[in-house]
């Protein structure tokens, strides 16, 4: 373990080195990379996620996700977790990266839930929104509907599948309510600011992770460092795979927005592109995953774990994209 540790500071090392060579060699490269993460970030995430962020904020500390308890009560018994655990999966699918996990954090912090079932609940609560999927993917990319439909229910399926293989695995175990109340926590006008602040320290955060990542997109690009890793792929895959698609699926995976806009636009079997697409939306990508690190920082909630699950999360999603496939189209 101590020697991978060393061997990934190595590689980080190495990576600022070519970072700061590459600000010097290339500058008008890296800043339209810095402009384009902006712009990415003004244009989809901002206007997405910023008022979700509030609101949630305000749910929490108004105590008014309380009001839910009731109808997410049966969901909470089918996944073995807490009133509190069904809430956090129920905002996870409806709000979007990474405001599952910022809602896992949020409810872990305030004692709401426990620190062992913050790390169950982090497996299969962080996913991408469904005005994402449907918005800026499924019509601005693909242009068509029903393909953000098709994304929309097999993402579900595979975060609900983990959900329930969580639950079995964990059936021994019952987690504790926390005290339900329903007045809010503080005064209003506190609990208003405190939500706006805590949105934009977070948006912020999330800013400069997409637009670092956009970076580093443009650095393999000058370096062709897809290029090379598809030559070593190449060698060991038996299956033949376009070198243009490898290219794009390894900037999805980087940086999922640019990865998919990369994938709407290839010439090939529209079957193929969508199973791919499938992956990297339920995967999220390391700039997702980046920002799930930051908010979750400061807690012990185990990250490797959460890694591990979003890319069987990614599988599961590709293998019910193919099976519904024939239902939509």
Same mark, same amino acid.
């Given at each position: 373990m101590r020697i991978i540790k060393y061997i990934c500071y *190595?590689?980080?090392?190495?990576?600022?080195i070519l970072f700061l060579y590459t600000l010097f +060699?290339? =500058?008008?490269?890296i800043f339209l990379a810095t402009k384009t993460g902006l712009l990415l970030w003004y244009n989809n995430?901002? =206007?997405?996620?910023?008022?979700?962020?509030i609101i949630i904020n305000i749910i929490i500390e108004t105590n008014l996700v309380h009001l839910f308890s009731f109808v997410l009560?049966?969901? &909470? /018994?089918?996944? %073995?977790?807490?009133?509190?655990? $069904?809430?956090?999966?129920?905002?996870?699918?409806?709000? #979007? !990266?990474?405001?599952?996990a910022k809602t896992v954090y949020t409810m872990? $912090?305030?004692?709401?839930?426990?620190?062992?079932?913050?790390?169950?609940?982090?497996?299969?609560?962080?996913?991408?929104? =469904?005005?994402?999927?449907? #918005?800026?993917? +499924?019509?601005?990319?693909?242009?068509?509907?029903?393909?953000?439909?098709?994304?929309?229910v097999s993402q579900m399926f595979a975060a609900i599948s983990i959900a329930l293989y969580q639950? *079995?695995?964990? /059936?021994?175990? /019952?987690?504790?309510? &926390? =005290?339900? #109340?329903?007045?809010?926590? &503080?005064?209003? $006008?506190?609990?208003?600011?405190?939500s706006i602040m805590s949105a934009v320290e977070t948006i912020i955060n999330i800013g400069g992770v997409v637009v670092f990542f956009c970076i580093l997109i443009k650095? @393999?690009?000058?370096?062709?460092?897809?290029?090379?890793l598809y030559l070593f792929v190449s060698k060991l895959c038996p299956v033949v795979i376009p070198a243009t698609y490898f290219s794009n699926m390894i900037f999805g995976i980087i940086e999922i927005t640019n990865g998919l806009y990369l994938l709407s636009i290839l010439q090939m079997d529209l079957l193929y592109k969508i199973l791919s697409a499938s992956f990297l939306i339920s995967f999220g990508g390391f700039c997702v995953h980046m920002q799930?690190?930051?908010?979750?920082?400061?807690? %012990?909630?185990? *990250?490797?774990?959460?890694?591990?699950?979003?890319?069987?999360?990614?599988?599961? &999603?590709?293998?019910?994209? @193919?099976?519904? !496939?024939?239902?939509? @189209?």
């Open positions: *190595f590689i980080f090392y190495i990576l600022c +060699a290339y =500058p008008t490269d995430i901002l =206007p997405s996620l910023f008022a979700f962020i009560k049966p969901l &909470s /018994r089918v996944l %073995n977790v807490s009133i509190h655990g $069904s809430i956090c999966f129920a905002l996870g699918l409806l709000t #979007g !990266y990474p405001l599952g872990l $912090s305030n004692g709401e839930i426990t620190e062992d079932e913050a790390n169950i609940l982090i497996t299969y609560s962080n996913n991408c929104g =469904p005005m994402f999927i449907i #918005g800026a993917i +499924a019509i601005n990319m693909f242009g068509d509907l029903k393909i953000g439909t098709l994304l929309i639950s *079995f695995q964990n /059936r021994k175990k /019952r987690y504790a309510e &926390s =005290p339900f #109340g329903f007045l809010p926590k &503080s005064n209003i $006008s506190v609990i208003l600011n405190d650095v @393999f690009g000058i370096y062709h460092i897809q290029d090379i799930t690190h930051n908010i979750i920082l400061h807690s %012990n909630i185990k *990250f490797g774990q959460y890694l591990k699950y979003k890319f069987v999360q990614g599988v599961l &999603s590709v293998l019910f994209t @193919f099976f519904l !496939y024939h239902c939509f @189209f």
